[in-house]
């Protein structure tokens, strides 16, 4: 897998304005996305529109060009024609309108695919690949294995620059996917739960429900220190390996994030 570089204290603010960038990309993806949306409805309903108009109207009212004065009473004739014009009016007004939105909609596509592109350009996709290259592709996620060591905060740090965070372990599933990931490659790694307030959560915000400690862990630093973070200890057996260590300690991490955009 590939190296994450070590950068120099001036490059942290940049790293925080990539974070940033990505953060409103995404929030302009998914302002286009209801837009998109929207035009849709509504090129939906002006077109529901036009076929009722057209309906409600047939029963009652010829095309001009067929009306005959001479069978009709003036008053009901010049009803008849200036209800034809109107239609035919509304019609004209209808189909005009609905090619705008198509040409609208068609825009927001063109946008979207080259915020797509963009946003794929930030996290290291490439085309037709579903996760960037150096990361692993397990079960429609992606997940990237650090060959440095950095403390907590700073592993994590580095996973959102790279648009993913820590690692989440949702099940048994997951975990023994990522066991059989590191193979014998790394001995202990970040994962994306820390103690917060005397209460385990992960890096999403949910709280801890499947565990998968070692024996006689977490024992928060067992009065010694304080061990607020959690390692997977690869020595360990697959379910039973997790323990709480100080943040400040150096690991490897394990960072994890959304499929890359297929446009």
Not at 15 to 40: D, E, P, S, V, W
Not at 53 to 63: D, G, K, V
Request: with cysteine.
């Amino acid at each position: 897998m590939q190296d994450y570089v070590n950068e120099e204290p001036k490059q942290e603010i940049n790293k925080r304005t990539g974070i940033r960038a990505y953060y409103l990309m995404m929030l302009l993806f998914g302002g286009l996305c209801i837009t998109q949306a929207i035009l849709n409805v509504s090129l939906r309903l002006t077109s529901h529109c036009d076929k009722e108009l057209i309906i409600s109207e047939c029963n009652t009212t010829q095309p001009i060009e067929d009306i005959n004065c001479e069978q009709v009473k003036p008053a009901q004739c010049n009803k008849l024609r200036e209800r034809s014009i109107a239609l035919s009016r509304d019609i004209k007004t209808l189909e005009k309108t609905n090619r705008q939105h198509v040409e609208v909609i068609k825009k927001v596509e063109e946008d979207r695919k080259r915020l797509m592109s963009m946003l794929n350009e930030m996290n290291g996709c490439v085309p037709s690949q579903r996760c960037p290259l150096g990361w692993t592709e397990i079960n429609s996620r992606c997940y990237f294995l650090s060959t440095e060591e950095k403390k907590w905060e700073e592993s994590r740090q580095q996973c959102q620059s790279k648009g993913a965070d820590l690692v989440v372990i949702n099940d048994e599933k997951e975990q023994n996917a990522l066991y059989r990931m590191n193979g014998n490659q790394y001995l202990l790694f970040w994962i994306g739960l820390r103690n917060t307030d005397r209460t385990l959560k992960w890096v999403d915000g949910s709280e801890l429900k499947d565990a998968f400690w070692q024996d006689g862990q977490p024992d928060l630093g067992g009065g010694n220190n304080i061990e607020d973070c959690v390692e997977m200890y690869h020595q360990s057996p697959a379910l039973a390996n997790w323990n709480d260590v100080s943040c400040q300690t150096l690991r490897h991490w394990l960072c994890e994030k959304d499929l890359c955009f297929i446009l």
